[in-house]
């Protein structure tokens, strides 16, 4: 098992509640920080909340947010359950120092 797993080259910053000036968005779910909706750095695993949506999307979303040239992808909390669990674990390692 590898502590990091695909790393973008951006920084990762986890259990983002908002945006910070310069970052781009990995969304999950309806509820978006404000401004997210409008911003063309904001990607969303998925808009019904669905973890299998959200699984399949997460490396694609990862890369194409890492080419916006962003400061940092903040990344929006994924429930820690079931496949949740999968995603955070590949967070957490995407987020990983390298």
Do not use: W
Not at 5 to 15: D, E, G, K, S, W
Not at 62 to 72: F, I, M, N, Q, S
């Amino acid at each position: 098992m590898l502590a990091s797993h695909y790393a973008p080259h951006t920084r990762i910053r986890l259990h983002a509640g908002r945006i910070e000036p310069g970052e781009a968005l990995l969304a999950f779910g309806a509820s978006l920080p404000e401004g997210a909706a409008r911003s063309k750095k904001t990607l969303n695993l998925s808009a019904r909340g669905d973890l299998i949506e959200a699984a399949a999307n997460l490396f694609s979303h990862l890369r194409a947010l890492d080419a916006v040239g962003a400061r940092a992808i903040a990344v929006m909390p994924v429930p820690n359950e079931g496949l949740g669990e999968a995603i955070n674990d590949r967070l957490v390692r995407a987020a990983a120092d390298r």
